[in-house]
Structure formats: C-alpha cells, structure tokens
C-alpha cells in the first residue's frame, strides 16, 4: 500500500472528509488530494513534502516513521539541503531543553515581583497613616474657613484651604491593588509575534497540548501572531529569514546551526531562558 493509500484508508476509518482534513491542518483541499494521490508536486519540495506527511498522519492515527521512509526511498530527492530527520530531532531537543529552564527560572521573578508588591504596600500604608495623622486635624476645622469665603472677596484665603480637604479623599491603600496586576500579567502565558524578514518560511506553531496553530508558508513581510498559556513550539524550514517576539522581548532570529530548527518557548523572559 503506497503513502498516499495508507493515509487515505487511515483518514476514512477515522471517519474524517478531506474538508475536515483541510480544517485541522490549513492545507489546501488540493494538496492533501494531490498526497492521497500519491502525487506531490503541490507540496513545494521534499521537506515540506515530509512535514506534510507527519501531519496528516498524525491526525488520523498513523505511526509517520514507516511513511517517510517510503517517501525517501521511492519519491525524495534531498533537494532541501540540510533538512534531515537527525537535525530536526537535535533542533527539537535543544528547544526542549530551552524550555525546560525557562520554566524552572519563571518562579523567581514571581518570587521578586512579589516581593516588589508587598514592599510598595507597606511604602504606602506607612505613607498613608503618617498624611492621615498629618491632615486630620486641619480637616475639622474647614467648616469655619468655609463661612469666610463666602463673604470674602476673590481674594481670599481659601484656595490654601481647599487642598487640606480634599486630600483625604485618595486612600493610600488602594494603590498598591493598580501595581500588582502589571506584575502578574507579565508573568502569565506566552505571547509570539512572527515576522518572515528576507525569504519565504515553512511555518508550523503548536501549542502546549499540541493542537495545530498554525501550518504553511509565509512570504517575506508577512507576520503572525500566537497565544498559549503555558508553552507554544515552533517548527521553522528556514529560522534565519524570520524576526521573534516573545513575551515583549525582541529576540530576533532564533539561534540555531541549521536552517531548520525547532524551539518552543514557555512564560516569561525568553532571553535568560537561552543564556
């Protein structure tokens, strides 16, 4: 049974159309016909030929491994250069491995961001109780000046006055509750914007439960943008033709030694997380 068979079969015992197929994946209806029949061409060379492969497999219940060492033994000319399963794989690990520290460094800032909120509330409860001690008695006595101004001329004292009694007004308290949640939220999920710089980019974006963000080909200038609130992974055909944003942090293209690479990124600081 040839690729194209295998992955039809499969698709249909899931009870899944082509329509269905397309939705999941963002391929074109006519590429995925075109690989059921055994006919790549659509696909764009053989590295996007394989991660189409691994796709569609992976949605209707199929071990990829057998299908794509059918592809490179009957159909794949290597035309892609470096984009072999041993670097992906290595690619893959040192994205992990990326990962891994950023999520065992994250609690830190929790940990100081934290302690910078408790400090500002003790700074402004202090604050708050010495202008309260300071304010309370000139409050009282604003009745009398009140009646003065009102047979005085323009010019009058009470301008002096007004301030002392309004004052109070602003609880010192309350501020504290506007500073946490900035600190919280710079701490909570992982934001991506992409952007392809110089040459076209195979794109393939997961996210934390591996559901498919997103898969294709973007052009030079085209941006696209990512949410997930623990972990999003990026599979890249061409990592130096692409600028990285990630949780605020302008990390241009991602390190790598290959033009492939994948590298998945969790909450907070992305820079210290690859230092």
């Not at 299908?67 to 794949?76: N, P, R, W």
Request: charged content about 15%.
């Amino acid at each position: 049974m040839s690729i194209g068979q295998a992955l039809s079969a499969a698709r249909r015992d899931a009870g899944l159309s082509i329509d269905d197929i397309s939705a999941k994946t963002r391929l074109r209806a006519t590429v995925i016909k075109g690989i059921e029949a055994d006919d790549f061409s659509l696909c764009g060379g053989d590295f996007y030929a394989r991660g189409h492969i691994r796709t569609l497999a992976g949605l209707v219940g199929l071990d990829p491994a057998p299908l794509l060492a059918e592809y490179d033994a009957t159909i794949g000319t290597n035309e892609d250069g470096p984009a072999t399963t041993t670097q992906l794989y290595e690619s893959e690990v040192s994205g992990r491995a990326i990962t891994r520290t950023a999520q065992k460094r994250a609690p830190h800032w929790g940990m100081a961001g934290a302690a910078m909120v408790l400090v500002v509330i003790i700074i402004f409860a202090a604050l708050g109780l010495t202008n309260h001690g300071r304010k309370g008695a000139p409050a009282q006595a604003a009745p009398p000046a009140a009646a003065v101004t009102t047979s005085a001329p323009p010019t009058s004292p009470s301008p002096s006055v007004a301030p002392v009694a309004t004052a109070p007004a602003a609880s010192p308290i309350a501020t504290p509750t506007d500073v946490a949640p900035s600190t919280a939220v710079a701490e909570v999920g992982v934001h991506i914007v992409l952007v392809v710089t110089t040459k076209k980019c195979w794109v393939e974006a997961l996210s934390s439960t591996d559901q498919v963000l997103y898969q294709g080909v973007l052009n030079p200038g085209e941006t696209r943008t990512w949410d997930d609130p623990q972990k999003i992974s990026l599979h890249l055909g061409n990592a130096p033709a692409t600028d990285l944003t990630v949780n605020g942090v302008d990390i241009g293209a991602p390190p790598s030694k290959t033009a492939v690479t994948t590298i998945s990124f969790g909450p907070g600081n992305p820079l210290l997380a690859q230092g």
